[in-house]
C-alpha cells in the first residue's frame, strides 16, 4: 500500500490545496498532519491570540478532514524530527509540501528534504497557495529588478494565475 504525508503549515484548508490532491491521487492512503514548530513559538510567534486562532484553524482542518473520512494529526517539536517520525511510522513513501519562500522556511525545507532522503523518502513541494504568483515569475525586460512598484504591479496584474484546486 503507498502511503503519503502532507505537511500542512499556513495553508490549513483542504480546499485548493495542491499538495492535499497531489498526495491524494497518488497513494492509497494520506496521512494529514501538523507540527506545532518548536523553532516558531520558540521565537515569539504565538502570543495568546495567534495561538487561540491556530487553535480554531486546526479544530476546523481536523472537521473538515473528518468529513471526508480522514482526521489531522498534530504533534509538537521539532518540524524536521517529527515530520520524519511521521513519515516513519506510517511507512510513507513521500510527504507533500506547499512551497513557502521565507529564510526561515526554504532553510526548513531543505533541512526536512536532506532527512527525508536519508531516510529513503521523498519530499515533494507543491507550488505555494500563498501567493498569487510564483516568485521570479514577474521580472522587468530591462534589468534585474523592479525600481518603482507601478512597473511591477503592472506586470504582476497580467501574469497568469493557477485554477484553484477542487476540495477532495
Known sequence: MRVSVVLFTSDLRVHD???????????????????????VTAAGFDPPNRAAFLADCLADLDAALRERGGRLVVRGGDLV???????????????HLSAAHSRFAVR???????ALE???????????VTVAVPPGEVTPASSDHFAVFTPYHRRWAKAPLRAAAAAP
Open 17 to 39: 490545496h495542491p499538495p492535499l490532491r497531489a498526495a491524494l491521487a497518488g497513494a492509497d492512503a494520506v496521512v494529514p498532519l501538523f507540527v506545532r514548530d518548536r523553532a
Open 81 to 95: 524530527e517529527e515530520v520524519c517520525r511521521a513519515a516513519a511510522e506510517a511507512d510513507a513513501a513521500e510527504v
Open 108 to 114: 526548513r525545507e531543505e533541512r526536512l528534504r536532506t
Open 118 to 128: 536519508a531516510d529513503g523518502r521523498r519530499l515533494t513541494v507543491h507550488d505555494g
